[in-house]
């Protein structure tokens, strides 16, 4: 976990990842740039064993670090 100037990084396996995603207070959530709720968020982190997610101050991003298949 890395914070700089407001922004939390963090990298996590799937099952705390999805924990994390559904208690995040934050209703912005971007995947490859596109809002997406949520549901689709976990659904997503489903495909990768380790995610990388950062907190800002106004959004969440989500993204795939090791997908499934490897």
């Given at each position: 976990?890395?914070?700089?100037?407001?922004?939390?990084?963090?990298?996590?396996?799937?099952?705390?990842?999805?924990?994390?995603?559904?208690?995040?207070?934050?209703r912005?959530?971007?995947?490859?740039?596109?809002?997406?709720?949520?549901?689709?968020?976990m659904?997503?982190?489903?495909?990768?064993?380790?995610?990388?997610?950062?907190?800002?101050?106004?959004?969440?991003?989500?993204?795939?670090?090791?997908?499934?298949?490897?």
């Open positions: 976990m890395s914070t700089f100037k407001g922004i939390m990084k963090m990298e996590f396996n799937t099952p705390q990842a999805i924990r994390q995603i559904k208690l995040s207070p934050k912005k959530i971007l995947i490859d740039g596109k809002n997406q709720c949520k549901l689709q968020a659904s997503f982190a489903l495909k990768y064993h380790k995610i990388d997610i950062t907190e800002t101050f106004g959004e969440l991003m989500v993204k795939g670090i090791v997908p499934v298949g490897n």
